[in-house]
Each structure stands twice: as structure tokens, then as C-alpha cells.
């Protein structure tokens, strides 16, 4: 994360690793599936898990001692800030750039486009977290992005999966979607 830049509760965070989009929400409450007991930890996130680079769910790792999280498959989940970054670059999604801005910068960095405020985006995570609601992960209609936009601005989008960047990637991603929509959903 660039020097300077603290986390909120209800910010977009994203890491370098594939798919990478997820919201820290301050502090999370988890419990321990092996005892029973709970834990509160700070810098905690809830994330849209996915599928690994070969198409498999992310199932390799050791079970986390802060915040007692394992890979079991696709879903929404809670974890601890390094659980999902691990180790690579960490950054707060902008949003409200100008389209100028949006046209040069990275997809999946920034949006023109304004955002719910914090309780809202929170409730928003843990009602998906609790519910296991946002349906089956697929990387281009319904990834980690697709889950963060969703709690963030109430609608479900996603700039890392354009086709291109920027306006004109937007535009190809929206009329893919329309199209095949009715194939894919």
C-alpha cells in the first residue's frame, strides 16, 4: 500500500495476485471450527473467493492462526488482511476519478462512478457473508470484483476482466455481457 494511505472500514482493497478485490471492514469476529471459540481481529476483510489459476478452488493452505481461515472452495469469506494479500502489493480501489483518469489508469484500480457509504458497504459484505448468496464464482460475469462492487456501489461490475481498458474495454466487457447473458445466466 503506498506510504500514507490507511485503510477504513468499507474500502475496496485489491492486491497483484489474480483477482484480487476485497473489503476491509475494520474488525471481524471469527471462530475457530475446530474449538468453538472466537476471536475478534483487526484488519479483517470479506472476500468473494474464487478459483486458482488452473481453474481449481484454492484449497493448498494451512489453516491461518489469527484468523483460523482455510481454503475450502468458492464463497464468501472473512479473513485476516494477510491472508489474502500475502505478501503482495495491497491498494485502495478510487473511486469518483475523473474519465480522463479511468481511460489511462489500470483496470480494476478506479471508477468514475460514486460509492455507498461505509455502513452501507459493510452490511451489504456480511449479509453476502452470511447468506453465501452471490452465486457460483466465473471469472469474467461473477469474480471477487464483481462481489466488491457490488457491496461498494450496490451494482455489480468489474473493469479487471475487460476487454481492454478503460471507456473503451467498459464498453466491449457491457455488450459481451448483454450478449451472453442469456448463454451464460
Sequence with gaps: MATGQLLNPGDLIYTE??????YHHGRGLVTNPNTGKTRTITNA??????????????????QCQTCFFKPKGQGVVLTCLDCFHEGNGLY????????LSFTFKTSGSCTPRSCSDPNTVIKRAYDYLRNQDFG??????NNCEHFATKCKMGKARCNQALLGTGLPGALVYNVTRRLTKDILW
Design 136 to 141: 457460483d464464482y466465473n471469472f469474467v460475469f
Design 92 to 99: 485502495r480501489y478510487e473511486y469518483g476519478v475523473s474519465l
Design 17 to 22: 495476485c489474480l483477482g484480487g478485490s476485497y
Design 45 to 62: 476483510v470479506i472476500h468473494f473467493l474464487g478459483l486458482d489459476t488452473e481453474g481449481k478452488a484454492k484449497k493448498t493452505k494451512p
